[in-house]
Protein backbone atom coordinates (compact mmCIF):
# COMPACT_ATOMS: atom_id res chain seq x y z
CA UNK A 1 0.00 0.00 0.00
CA UNK A 2 1.30 3.84 -0.12
CA UNK A 3 2.81 5.03 2.23
CA UNK A 4 4.49 8.58 3.08
CA UNK A 5 6.27 9.06 6.01
CA UNK A 6 7.65 12.50 7.17
CA UNK A 7 10.44 13.31 9.24
CA UNK A 8 13.13 16.51 10.20
CA UNK A 9 10.63 18.35 12.05
CA UNK A 10 11.24 20.18 15.37
CA UNK A 11 11.80 23.81 16.50
CA UNK A 12 13.73 25.94 15.22
CA UNK A 13 15.00 29.38 15.29
CA UNK A 14 13.82 32.09 13.12
CA UNK A 15 17.06 33.10 10.50
CA UNK A 16 17.68 29.05 10.88
CA UNK A 17 17.07 26.09 8.45
CA UNK A 18 15.68 22.73 8.47
CA UNK A 19 15.55 20.17 6.00
CA UNK A 20 12.20 17.85 6.03
CA UNK A 21 12.21 14.04 4.57
CA UNK A 22 9.34 12.15 2.90
CA UNK A 23 10.23 8.57 2.49
CA UNK A 24 7.74 6.63 0.02
CA UNK A 25 6.93 3.12 -0.31
CA UNK A 26 4.69 0.46 -1.85
CA UNK A 27 4.49 2.58 -5.62
CA UNK A 28 7.00 3.59 -8.50
CA UNK A 29 8.02 6.58 -6.91
CA UNK A 30 10.18 7.89 -10.20
CA UNK A 31 6.33 7.84 -11.97
CA UNK A 32 4.73 10.71 -9.63
CA UNK A 33 5.52 14.33 -9.22
CA UNK A 34 5.65 15.12 -5.81
CA UNK A 35 3.96 18.23 -3.64
CA UNK A 36 4.58 19.64 -0.03
CA UNK A 37 1.48 20.84 1.23
CA UNK A 38 1.36 23.18 5.39
CA UNK A 39 -0.97 24.06 7.59
CA UNK A 40 -0.45 26.19 10.29
CA UNK A 41 -1.78 25.32 13.83
CA UNK A 42 -5.74 25.68 13.68
CA UNK A 43 -5.55 26.93 10.09
CA UNK A 44 -6.28 25.91 6.61
CA UNK A 45 -4.49 23.94 3.81
CA UNK A 46 -1.53 26.01 2.06
CA UNK A 47 0.21 24.63 -0.84
CA UNK A 48 3.99 25.16 -0.56
CA UNK A 49 5.60 23.01 -3.96
CA UNK A 50 5.83 20.79 -5.99
CA UNK A 51 8.69 18.92 -7.91
CA UNK A 52 8.34 16.93 -11.31
CA UNK A 53 8.83 13.26 -11.42
CA UNK A 54 12.36 13.70 -12.33
CA UNK A 55 12.93 16.36 -10.49
CA UNK A 56 13.69 18.79 -13.91
CA UNK A 57 10.82 21.22 -12.69
CA UNK A 58 9.86 22.99 -9.56
CA UNK A 59 7.60 25.21 -8.69
CA UNK A 60 6.83 27.41 -5.20
CA UNK A 61 4.09 29.28 -3.42
CA UNK A 62 5.45 32.54 -3.55
CA UNK A 63 5.02 32.83 0.29
CA UNK A 64 8.27 30.54 0.59
CA UNK A 65 9.88 31.29 -3.25
CA UNK A 66 13.52 32.03 -2.74
CA UNK A 67 13.51 30.51 0.90
CA UNK A 68 12.46 26.95 0.16
CA UNK A 69 13.77 24.06 -1.98
CA UNK A 70 12.54 20.97 -3.17
CA UNK A 71 13.94 17.90 -4.09
CA UNK A 72 14.00 14.31 -4.58
CA UNK A 73 16.23 11.37 -4.77
CA UNK A 74 14.33 8.63 -7.08
CA UNK A 75 17.37 6.02 -6.06
CA UNK A 76 15.80 6.77 -2.17
CA UNK A 77 12.26 6.54 -2.79
CA UNK A 78 12.55 9.85 -0.99
CA UNK A 79 11.48 13.86 -0.95
CA UNK A 80 12.92 16.51 0.63
CA UNK A 81 12.15 20.43 1.38
CA UNK A 82 15.34 22.76 2.32
CA UNK A 83 14.07 25.58 4.38
CA UNK A 84 16.26 28.37 5.11
CA UNK A 85 15.61 31.79 6.78
CA UNK A 86 12.72 30.20 8.67
CA UNK A 87 10.34 32.77 9.97
CA UNK A 88 7.07 32.22 12.98
CA UNK A 89 4.89 32.15 9.98
CA UNK A 90 6.30 29.13 8.60
CA UNK A 91 4.99 27.04 11.73
CA UNK A 92 2.92 24.22 10.34
CA UNK A 93 2.57 20.49 9.82
CA UNK A 94 3.74 20.09 6.95
CA UNK A 95 2.52 17.21 4.57
CA UNK A 96 4.44 15.46 1.10
CA UNK A 97 1.08 14.81 -0.61
CA UNK A 98 1.89 12.64 -4.39
CA UNK A 99 0.04 13.85 -6.93
CA UNK A 100 -2.33 11.31 -8.32
CA UNK A 101 -1.19 11.28 -12.40
CA UNK A 102 1.91 8.85 -13.74
CA UNK A 103 4.12 10.56 -15.82
CA UNK A 104 2.03 8.31 -18.38
CA UNK A 105 -0.85 10.65 -18.02
CA UNK A 106 -2.42 7.51 -15.69
CA UNK A 107 -5.01 8.47 -12.83
CA UNK A 108 -6.39 11.78 -12.23
CA UNK A 109 -6.21 14.81 -13.67
CA UNK A 110 -3.19 16.97 -12.90
CA UNK A 111 -2.93 18.98 -9.56
CA UNK A 112 -4.63 17.05 -7.46
CA UNK A 113 -3.34 15.00 -4.13
CA UNK A 114 -4.45 11.67 -4.12
CA UNK A 115 -1.98 10.22 -0.88
CA UNK A 116 -0.78 12.05 1.88
CA UNK A 117 1.58 11.23 4.52
CA UNK A 118 0.47 12.07 8.26
CA UNK A 119 2.80 15.12 8.46
CA UNK A 120 5.64 16.73 10.43
CA UNK A 121 5.52 19.75 12.56
CA UNK A 122 7.67 22.35 12.24
CA UNK A 123 7.90 25.51 15.15
CA UNK A 124 9.65 28.08 14.44
CA UNK A 125 10.57 30.32 17.65
CA UNK A 126 13.01 31.65 19.78
CA UNK B 1 -3.52 34.84 -7.14
CA UNK B 2 -6.76 32.91 -7.63
CA UNK B 3 -8.54 33.14 -4.01
CA UNK B 4 -10.74 30.54 -2.65
CA UNK B 5 -13.47 31.36 0.03
CA UNK B 6 -15.89 28.75 1.44
CA UNK B 7 -18.87 29.25 3.43
CA UNK B 8 -20.23 29.18 6.08
CA UNK B 9 -17.11 28.74 8.44
CA UNK B 10 -19.18 26.09 10.35
CA UNK B 11 -22.17 24.28 9.74
CA UNK B 12 -24.33 22.34 12.36
CA UNK B 13 -26.42 19.84 11.09
CA UNK B 14 -28.08 16.72 12.82
CA UNK B 15 -26.98 13.04 11.72
CA UNK B 16 -29.42 11.86 8.62
CA UNK B 17 -30.10 15.33 7.26
CA UNK B 18 -28.22 17.14 4.43
CA UNK B 19 -25.67 19.30 4.36
CA UNK B 20 -24.43 21.87 1.74
CA UNK B 21 -20.95 23.54 1.21
CA UNK B 22 -20.25 26.01 -0.97
CA UNK B 23 -17.01 27.56 -2.50
CA UNK B 24 -16.24 30.49 -4.49
CA UNK B 25 -13.24 31.06 -6.81
CA UNK B 26 -12.37 34.75 -7.18
CA UNK B 27 -12.20 33.86 -10.95
CA UNK B 28 -13.21 31.14 -13.13
CA UNK B 29 -11.69 28.18 -12.49
CA UNK B 30 -13.82 26.00 -15.02
CA UNK B 31 -14.34 22.45 -13.67
CA UNK B 32 -10.80 22.09 -11.85
CA UNK B 33 -12.54 21.86 -7.90
CA UNK B 34 -11.77 19.68 -5.61
CA UNK B 35 -13.11 18.92 -2.44
CA UNK B 36 -11.30 17.28 0.52
CA UNK B 37 -12.16 15.99 4.01
CA UNK B 38 -10.03 16.55 7.44
CA UNK B 39 -10.35 14.88 10.19
CA UNK B 40 -8.71 16.00 13.77
CA UNK B 41 -5.21 14.58 13.90
CA UNK B 42 -5.36 13.17 10.20
CA UNK B 43 -4.29 14.07 6.63
CA UNK B 44 -6.85 15.22 4.42
CA UNK B 45 -8.65 12.94 2.07
CA UNK B 46 -9.43 13.55 -1.56
CA UNK B 47 -13.40 13.24 -2.13
CA UNK B 48 -14.70 15.01 -5.16
CA UNK B 49 -12.38 16.42 -8.18
CA UNK B 50 -13.82 17.62 -11.79
CA UNK B 51 -16.13 20.01 -9.42
CA UNK B 52 -18.22 16.17 -9.25
CA UNK B 53 -16.51 12.99 -9.75
CA UNK B 54 -16.15 11.33 -6.90
CA UNK B 55 -13.10 9.80 -5.91
CA UNK B 56 -12.22 6.24 -5.69
CA UNK B 57 -14.16 4.32 -2.40
CA UNK B 58 -15.88 7.49 -1.65
CA UNK B 59 -19.91 7.08 -0.93
CA UNK B 60 -22.35 8.04 -3.12
CA UNK B 61 -23.70 10.11 -0.28
CA UNK B 62 -21.25 12.76 -1.20
CA UNK B 63 -21.57 14.98 -4.71
CA UNK B 64 -20.32 17.79 -5.79
CA UNK B 65 -21.80 20.69 -8.41
CA UNK B 66 -20.96 23.95 -10.06
CA UNK B 67 -18.30 24.98 -12.61
CA UNK B 68 -16.77 28.60 -13.08
CA UNK B 69 -16.35 30.16 -9.86
CA UNK B 70 -19.16 28.73 -7.78
CA UNK B 71 -19.75 25.51 -6.44
CA UNK B 72 -21.14 22.93 -4.06
CA UNK B 73 -20.36 19.97 -2.13
CA UNK B 74 -23.20 18.12 -0.78
CA UNK B 75 -23.97 14.98 2.05
CA UNK B 76 -26.98 14.13 1.18
CA UNK B 77 -27.87 12.23 4.90
CA UNK B 78 -24.99 12.64 7.15
CA UNK B 79 -23.17 9.94 8.95
CA UNK B 80 -21.40 10.28 12.00
CA UNK B 81 -18.21 10.02 10.38
CA UNK B 82 -19.09 12.84 8.11
CA UNK B 83 -18.22 15.52 10.65
CA UNK B 84 -14.88 16.81 9.77
CA UNK B 85 -13.36 20.06 7.89
CA UNK B 86 -13.74 20.11 4.30
CA UNK B 87 -11.62 22.31 1.82
CA UNK B 88 -11.93 23.12 -1.64
CA UNK B 89 -9.07 23.34 -3.92
CA UNK B 90 -8.62 24.77 -7.23
CA UNK B 91 -5.94 23.02 -10.09
CA UNK B 92 -6.74 25.75 -12.97
CA UNK B 93 -3.45 27.43 -12.58
CA UNK B 94 -0.17 27.07 -15.08
CA UNK B 95 2.32 27.20 -13.68
CA UNK B 96 1.12 25.36 -10.81
CA UNK B 97 0.19 27.43 -7.85
CA UNK B 98 -2.81 25.66 -5.87
CA UNK B 99 -4.63 27.45 -3.75
CA UNK B 100 -7.57 26.10 -0.96
CA UNK B 101 -10.33 27.47 1.08
CA UNK B 102 -10.38 28.66 4.29
CA UNK B 103 -12.27 25.59 5.36
CA UNK B 104 -15.59 24.91 6.30
CA UNK B 105 -16.22 22.90 9.84
CA UNK B 106 -19.03 20.27 9.57
CA UNK B 107 -20.46 20.06 13.31
CA UNK B 108 -23.16 17.70 15.01
CA UNK B 109 -26.11 20.03 15.83
Known amino acids: QVQLVESGGGVVQPGRSLRLSCAAS????????MHWVRQAPGKGLEWVAV??????????ADSVKGRFTISRDNSKNTLYLQMNSLRAEDTAVYYCAREGITIFGDGLPPGLFDYWGQGTLVTVSS | EIVMTQSPATLSVSPGERATLSCRASQSVSSNLAWYQQKPGQAPRLLIYGASTRATGIPARFSGSGSGTEFTLTISSLQSEDFAVYYC???????????FGQGTKLEIK
Open chain 2, 89 to 99: QQYNNWPPSYT
Open chain 1, 51 to 60: ISYDGSNKYY
Open chain 1, 26 to 33: GFTFSSYA
